[in-house]
């Protein structure tokens, strides 16, 4: 529980003109505030028309005031919503007579902070919050309304569980070495490491899906000049985002359109060819191509039929990196009789298309979704948003497992088999909170929008 807290007041809705702003306050013992600016404390959870007003008693606005006493309130202390017209004047002058009366300007996310630190939320649920207000898709919000609702969280737990019951079973037989425990034996300890693990795969496969529904893909497109890529970028985002020409070197900068495929953003970047150049815009140009190389998730480089067989002898070329996962795109079919197809060998994918006719586009949609790694029958009602953190929390939770299952094989390592298994549990266990650091929840909340 919080120590004293402030009051901290925020103006809650978007900045701009609206129909509606809302000035939400939390804190201990509100009513200093309420006598002020409502004439009181309204009754609870009863939406009430009333003037709001200043410390001299002029009256500011007139609108809706909800009250939510603790701890049956978002942040588990007292709250007040006051709800007016929606103004950028109106809501500085009502969000001033808050602060004119004590409160404190809220930081970003410290509600969402305060409901975490009150056992309101878990820190996933709290995470879910803000993956709801920046979803970008409908099947994002819904993931991160599934993960609000505590699936997520749900799901860790019962992983948590399975480990504290094997772990039990475990330091019981290294304590009590004369005590012959039922089923504790190198094959029944290996069978529910087993299916710990199965368990663990389960959703760290949802987790990597609802990762790809928040933060999306980026794909960029390369070549050299003139191979293509505008005309692909316009096929792919159904508008005419890029200019096309039939002169070499049109696109000099980075264009950016984000699409959906699946559910899933994808932000598709439109780069500068790749060559040798005299022309300082262009070479810019091209640097910033490099740039985009490296930050990509997926790389599609684009070749063009028609011509002769690309010349990959240049530095520009030869500077394409074919670490990251990447598709060859071969452009123009309509310009050599060629229909669309897809070609797999090995680690390769080649897709024949036309960016000018959308012959083979629907193909490369399909081979951009397999490259990020989407599976399509997982696109339901499992899927958990999950950020960078809870992947990285639940790799090192199968690191210590794996590492578990090598200890179980030798009744002389149990001792290093229940210390794996006590930090695979503590790596679960920080995901929704119940071992994480201070200076995690600063990076974490920090980012929420401020009256959230």
């Known amino acids: 529980m919080l120590k004293q807290p402030d009051i901290i007041a925020a103006i809650a809705t978007p900045p701009g003109k609206g129909g509606v702003g809302i000035v939400r306050i939390s ?3 509100l009513a200093p505030i309420a006598k002020t600016i409502l004439g009181g404390l309204p009754t609870p959870r009863l939406a009430q028309l009333t003037n709001f007003s200043d410390a001299q008693g002029e009256i500011i606005d007139q609108g809706l005031v909800l009250y939510f006493p603790a701890p049956h309130s978002y942040t ?8 007016g017209h929606g103004g950028p004047a109106i809501m500085n002058l009502l969000l001033g007579a ?22 309101k939320l878990d820190l996933v649920q709290a995470e879910s919050v803000a993956d709801i207000i920046e979803a970008s898709t409908s099947q994002a919000a819904r993931c991160a309304v599934r993960s609000l609702q505590g699936r997520f969280s749900e799901t860790i737990e019962g992983l948590v569980q399975s480990l504290i019951s094997l772990r039990m079973l475990i330091e019981a037989t290294l304590d009590f070495p004369e005590e012959e425990i039922e ?47 505008s005309s692909l970028l316009n096929q792919l985002a159904e508008d005419d985002v890029a200019i096309v020409t039939e002169i070499p070197g049109t696109t000099r900068d980075s264009i950016q359109k984000t699409i959906t495929l699946a559910g899933i953003p994808v932000h598709i970047i439109d780069t500068a060819g790749l060559r040798e150049t005299s022309d300082i ?37 030869q500077a394409f990196s074919m670490d990251k996962p990447h598709i060859n795109v071969f452009n123009k079919i309509d310009l050599v009789d060629q229909v669309p197809k897809v070609e797999t060998h090995e680690n390769t994918v080649n897709v ?3 960016a000018k006719t959308g012959a083979g586009v629907e193909l490369l949609r399909e081979q951009i979704l397999h490259a990020a790694g989407w599976q399509t029958g997982q696109a339901g009602e499992g899927l958990f948003m999950a950020r960078q953190r809870h992947l990285e929390a639940l790799e090192h939770t199968r690191t210590h497992l794996n590492r578990a299952s090598e200890h179980s094989k030798n009744e002389t390592e149990w001792v290093l088999l229940a210390e794996e298994l006590r930090l695979a549990q503590d790596a679960l266990s920080s995901i929704t909170g119940r071992f994480t650091a201070d200076d995690l929840l600063g990076e974490i909340f920090s980012r929420f929008c401020i009256g959230k």
Do not use: W
């Open 27 to 29: 804190g201990k013992n």
């Open 183 to 229: 089923g504790m034996h190198n094959a029944a300890v290996n069978n529910q490491l087993s299916a710990i693990k199965t368990q663990l795969d389960d959703v760290l496969s949802s987790a990597h899906q609802g990762h790809l529904l928040q933060e999306g893909i980026k794909a960029v497109l390369v070549g050299e000049p003139n191979v293509g890529k």
């Open 98 to 119: 808050c602060l004119a009366c004590g409160a404190r300007m809220a930081q970003p996310g410290e509600f969402t902070l305060r409901a975490f630190l009150n056992q």
């Open 352 to 354: 024949y298309l036309s």
């Open 76 to 83: 588990g202390e007292d709250v007040l919503e006051l709800q």
């Open 281 to 317: 815009v262009e070479r810019k140009g091209i640097e910033r191509t490099q740039v985009a190389i490296k930050n990509a998730d997926l790389l599609i480089r684009l070749t063009d039929l028609s011509r002769d067989a690309a010349d990959d002898t240049n530095e520009a070329l």
